[in-house]
T-cell receptor
Framework: SQQGEEDPQALSIQEGENATMNCSYK?????LQWYRQNSGRGLVHLIL?????REKHSGRLRVTLDTSKKSSSLLITASRAADTASYFC????????????FGAGTQVVVTP | EAQVTQNPRYLITVTGKKLTVTCSQN?????MSWYRQDPGLGLRQIYY???????DKGDVPEGYKVSRKEKRNFPLILESPSPNQTSLYFC??????????????FGPGTRLTVL
């Protein structure tokens, strides 16, 4: 069964707008990671946030984690056409070290 | 450059013809694993290995075998491929030396089609 579930499933925005996607999970985690995938290609690691962290930034990316609600959000600010991709959250649970549980992803389309 | 490599990147084969997908990492990581990605299902773990000669099943191990004779290599073996194994496969590795799970590094993927 899927651990992480992203919301929305699809998102269409204009260049310059912000994109926000959410991830919910079910069990206790060591960390939560966000990945990007362009059209069935490889996975690009974006950011890792540990269970004792609440917020993390990397360039135009901002990730929050609320372990009490078992949820995370990824914000992409000032989006660009090159941000068009599928975004996945993946959790590393405390009861299965190293195994990442992925959601089905959010497909983001940024139009110029 | 730290990386995980997979070969082949693309493979079309026929039902029942044994194949091996190789995976190699140059980061001296103990933990390696294989995932498959299918539309609408995200990635699911097939097998993992905590270290040399230590392997175990993930969530979808049926129809697959693995081996870990060397730290850097973790091949995925399909003894008798079937069409339901048509998928995009990813190898990954993680540094487990600190005891704290860290970033997983993924290979570029192998797109397998079984006719």
């Amino acid at each position: 069964s899927q651990q992480g579930e992203e919301d929305p499933q699809a998102l269409s925005i204009q260049e310059g707008e912000n994109a926000t996607m959410n991830c919910s999970y079910k069990t206790s985690i060591n960390n939560l990671q966000w990945y990007r995938q362009n059209s069935g290609r490889g996975l690009v690691h974006l950011i890792l946030i540990r269970s004792n962290e609440r917020e993390k930034h990397s360039g135009r990316l901002r990730v929050t984690l609320d372990t009490s609600k078992k949820s995370s959000s990824l914000l992409i600010t000032a989006s660009r056409a090159a941000d068009t991709a599928s975004y996945f959250c993946a959790t590393d649970s405390t009861d299965s070290w190293g195994k990442l549980q992925f959601g089905a992803g959010t497909q983001v389309v940024v139009t110029p | 450059e730290a990386q995980v490599t997979q070969n082949p990147r693309y493979l079309i084969t026929v039902t029942g013809k044994k194949l091996t997908v190789t995976c190699s990492q140059n980061m001296n990581h103990e933990y390696m694993s294989w995932y498959r990605q299918d539309p609408g299902l995200g990635l699911r773990q097939i097998y993992y290995s905590m270290n040399v000669e230590v392997t175990d099943k993930g969530d979808v191990p049926e129809g697959y075998k693995v081996s870990r004779k060397e730290k850097r290599n973790f091949p995925l073996i399909l003894e008798s491929p079937s069409p339901n194994q048509t998928s995009l496969y990813f190898c990954a590795s993680i540094n487990s030396g600190t005891g704290v799970p860290d970033t997983q590094y993924f290979g570029p993927g192998t797109r397998l089609t079984v006719l």
